[in-house]
């Protein structure tokens, strides 16, 4: 353990919690490419309780925020704090590739590996709390159905995906609007983890030559204790021009 580690734990035995400076963070710089790009408004589908939207407004974002949760517990959660936000949205649904009722795997880890998809075993052993726990029947929409309601034609839009390996079908869902996306984030796996989930390589590969995104960051995500292998990643895709002109 070094000596920052040493300080830290004895700090929070205080009560006090001691974190680097924001500028040293993956998601500080990301957050720096989204104002650069002058983004104004980020769709979070798959927003559990607020995390990633609270995270935004941490670190600089004042744009609108459309949050998508459709797990009871998260969105009760989510919906309470979007409630102190006035630019911030919620919608209780699941996005899909078709409109119609769904079926959720909730996870026990606070909801947060849910997927529409199963889960294989490489992801439960690596860990045992994300492991189903019930499910829950939810509303599924497409995004090009909903996207006058959540969008603009002058808004610079940046989609954010964290659905567990359902990605391509949310992707497929959005249609030719994912054309009228300035950017956009998804949290993928390394290696199998959901049945017919996305997986990093078709991800780089369908985005960067179907919707001409270009990649801008990776950032480490889920990894396996026992070995230290990363089985999930968040691959951050912008226009370039975006950044060319700011």
């Given at each position: 353990?070094?000596?920052?580690?040493?300080?830290?734990?004895?700090?929070?035995?205080?009560?006090?919690?001691?974190?680097?400076?924001?500028?040293?963070?993956?998601?500080?710089?990301?957050?720096?490419?989204?104002?650069?790009?002058?983004?104004?408004?980020?769709?979070?589908?798959?927003?559990?309780?607020?995390?990633?939207?609270?995270?935004?407004?941490?670190?600089?974002?004042?744009?609108?925020?459309?949050?998508?949760?459709?797990?009871?517990?998260?969105?009760?959660?989510?919906?309470?704090?979007?409630?102190?936000?006035?630019?911030w949205t919620v919608l209780p649904h699941a996005l899909g590739d078709e409109?119609?009722?769904?079926?959720?795997?909730?996870?026990?880890?606070?909801?947060?590996?849910?997927?529409?998809?199963?889960?294989?075993?490489?992801?439960?052993?690596?860990?045992?709390?994300?492991?189903?726990?019930?499910?829950?029947?939810?509303?599924?929409?497409?995004?090009?159905?909903?996207?006058?309601?959540?969008?603009?034609?002058?808004?610079?839009?940046?989609?954010?995906?964290?659905?567990?390996?359902?990605?391509?079908?949310?992707?497929?869902?959005?249609?030719?609007?994912?054309?009228?996306?300035?950017?956009?984030?998804?949290?993928?796996?390394?290696?199998?983890?959901?049945?017919?989930?996305?997986?990093?390589?078709?991800?780089?590969?369908?985005?960067?030559?179907?919707?001409?995104?270009?990649?801008?960051?990776?950032?480490?995500?889920?990894?396996?204790?026992?070995?230290?292998?990363?089985?999930?990643?968040?691959?951050?895709?912008?226009?370039?021009?975006?950044?060319?002109?700011?």
């Amino acid at each position: 353990m070094t000596l920052l580690h040493q300080a830290r734990r004895a700090a929070q035995r205080l009560g006090i919690d001691v974190d680097r400076f924001p500028e040293c963070s993956f998601e500080y710089r990301v957050v720096q490419l989204l104002l650069r790009s002058g983004i104004d408004v980020v769709l979070d589908v798959g927003a559990n309780r607020g995390q990633y939207g609270a995270m935004l407004r941490r670190f600089g974002y004042q744009g609108r925020i459309v949050s998508f949760e459709p797990v009871h517990g998260p969105l009760a959660d989510l919906t309470r704090r979007a409630s102190l936000d006035p630019l911030w949205t919620v919608l209780p649904h699941a996005l899909g590739d078709e409109r119609g009722a769904v079926t959720i795997n909730v996870a026990g880890n606070g909801a947060a590996s849910s997927s529409v998809l199963a889960m294989l075993p490489r992801h439960a052993d690596a860990c045992p709390e994300s492991r189903y726990v019930e499910r829950q029947e939810a509303e599924q929409h497409r995004l090009d159905a909903l996207w006058r309601q959540v969008a603009s034609p002058d808004d610079r839009v940046f989609l954010k995906l964290d659905v567990q390996g359902y990605e391509e079908a949310v992707l497929r869902g959005a249609g030719d609007r994912l054309h009228d996306c300035a950017g956009l984030r998804m949290e993928v796996s390394c290696v199998p983890l959901y049945k017919d989930g996305l997986l990093l390589g078709r991800a780089l590969d369908l985005v960067q030559r179907r919707y001409d995104l270009t990649l801008m960051a990776l950032i480490p995500g889920f990894t396996d204790p026992r070995t230290g292998q990363m089985l999930q990643c968040d691959v951050i895709f912008l226009r370039d021009e975006l950044l060319r002109a700011a």
